[in-house]
């Protein structure tokens, strides 16, 4: 399998030969969907929470005795009748919807989704990602010359820049864009893969994944 390698003005100047793993490699749908899944959960944090009658502050005392008032029989007024008393089958912060996948489906499934990018061209292979400057607008120029406009509130089709090393200032670089975002190599992962249409990386950044994710 061949990629095309460009330079920053998006002209193409090399060919890498890529592992051949990718080509007895089927994409899984349903395992791709499972690990996405796990991902989504995984990183899920209940913030909604509400209180049962039990919970609720007051409601000590019946409101009235049993029987002789005519009214109906209440014994709190922090019934979930009442105004401002419990809530029955709410949500609640304990619930817990972590699951369980194994590392090899998650390495798996993360090379399928590259497959699949591969497949319909959307890995752009640079020769560096570094910019002259670690500013935004330097970014933007590199990523644009091979992005396409859009009517939307990002303005151009989504990217994920792929860098080999940490370099704070290179992913604060991207992450000011509103059509893009940054990760290392080494953490790669199904979400961000999925969110993004086009992926920009380095040769070096492919021998990571290589060294990551094909064990």
């Known amino acids: 399998m061949k990629l095309k390698v460009f330079n920053q003005q998006a002209e193409i100047i090399d060919e890498l030969e890529f592992d051949g793993f990718f080509d007895k490699l089927?994409?899984?749908h349903a395992l791709i969907h499972q690990v996405m899944r796990w991902q989504i959960l995984n990183t899920y944090h209940p913030w909604a929470h509400t209180k049962?009658?039990?919970?609720?502050?007051g409601g000590g005392r019946k409101p009235w005795r049993q029987?002789?008032?005519?009214?109906?029989r209440h014994g709190?007024?922090?019934s979930p009748l009442w105004r401002g008393g419990g809530v029955v089958f709410g949500p609640r912060k304990e619930k817990k919807r972590k699951i369980k996948?194994?590392?090899k489906m998650r390495r798996k499934a993360i090379l399928m989704v590259l497959k699949e990018k591969i497949n319909q061209d959307r890995i752009r292979v640079l020769n560096s990602l570094t910019p002259p400057d670690y500013k935004t607008k330097f970014m933007n120029q590199i990523l644009i010359r091979f992005l396409e406009k859009r009517k939307t509130d990002k303005k151009r089709e989504s990217a994920?820049?792929?860098?080999?090393?940490?370099n704070k200032n290179l992913i604060r670089s991207v992450r000011n864009l509103p059509y893009a975002n940054a990760i290392e190599a080494r953490n790669l992962n199904i979400l961000s893969l999925l969110n993004h249409k086009y992926i920009f990386i380095?040769?070096?950044g492919l021998e990571i994944i290589k060294k990551t994710f094909l064990k």
């Open 160 to 166: 994920l820049v792929v860098f080999s090393n940490s």
């Open 26 to 28: 089927e994409i899984n």
């Open 202 to 204: 380095e040769p070096e």
């Open 67 to 72: 029987k002789g008032t005519g009214r109906a």
């Open 101 to 103: 996948i194994n590392k």
């Open 76 to 78: 709190s007024i922090r």
């Open 52 to 57: 049962t009658r039990g919970e609720v502050r």
